[in-house]
């Protein structure tokens, strides 16, 4: 078969170009991801912990209902219930404890790390310190570093459990453990040399910490629970000295 030079002269440049566009195409396919090997970075407990941390963070107050279970009858606080700011970190409500053997609602308000309480049969709320009565400072609850909060970034080992219907929500477990010494700085009782187990409560969607139960050796050798309900994120809150 006969190729003149002008059937030459057309071709080649046809057939370079060709080549390159197919030489284009593999280099491009080798610079594409592979997306059969590509993965999706799947959320932790522990980023989930994170989140509900800012969260509880950002709503500067809420409302919380703590309570003892299976305490001895050594336990002196045994319930707190009120609301609080986050900054500065106070609270007003009433703390259930045994006052010289009597078990008693004294209602607290705690702000500028000063404790006023009203004793049972005391017409007017006393200035004291949570030393001198050997309980809890309740302000320290809704600190954001120290707090409850801040127990959210100490959890260790922190897995996903069971999801548990709280009244109209849907709350995703997360455990894991907290150290001893953050739990006895927080609740003024327990073995700082322990660790102690955490299960959370956290609302799916807004992601609210909505229960927190804590278990340990609060008073040694046997191990007792403490459990906290938080709600009205956000809400608002004055606290004042009285």
């Known amino acids: 078969m006969r190729i003149d030079r ?22 491009s396919g080798d610079d594409e991801p592979d997306t059969d090997s590509a993965t999706t970075t799947e959320i932790t407990a522990a980023d989930r912990l994170a989140q509900a941390h800012a969260i509880l963070a950002e709503a500067g107050s809420v409302h919380l209902v703590l309570e003892g279970v299976d305490l001895p009858e050594s336990a002196i606080v045994l319930k707190a219930e009120g609301s609080g700011t986050m900054d500065p970190p106070a609270f007003d409500g009433s703390i259930t404890a045994k006052v010289s053997g009597i078990q008693a609602d004294v209602p607290t308000i705690a702000v500028d790390d000063t404790l006023y309480v009203k ?6 709320y006393i200035s004291t310190t949570p030393e001198e009565l050997n309980v809890p400072d309740p302000a320290r609850l809704f600190d954001v570093d120290t707090g409850l909060a801040g127990l959210l970034t100490m959890t260790e080992g922190a897995a996903f459990g069971e999801q548990a219907r709280v009244g109209a929500e849907v709350t995703q ?25 955490v299960d959370y409560g956290l609302v799916e969607e807004s992601w609210e910490v ?6 340990g050796p609060f008073y040694p050798p046997d191990d007792a629970t403490y459990t906290v ?3 009205q994120y956000g809400e608002p809150v004055t606290v004042t000295a009285p």
């Open 6 to 27: 002008h059937t030459r002269r057309t071709t080649l440049p046809l057939a370079l170009a060709v080549v390159t566009a197919v030489g284009l195409a593999a280099c």
């Open 119 to 124: 004793l049972p049969f005391a017409p007017d």
């Open 173 to 197: 477990q997360v455990t894991g453990t907290v150290p001893g010494q953050a739990v006895v700085d927080l609740l003024h009782v327990g073995d700082a040399e322990q660790d102690f187990t």
């Open 210 to 215: 909505r229960t927190v139960q804590i278990t």
């Open 229 to 231: 309900t938080l709600d």
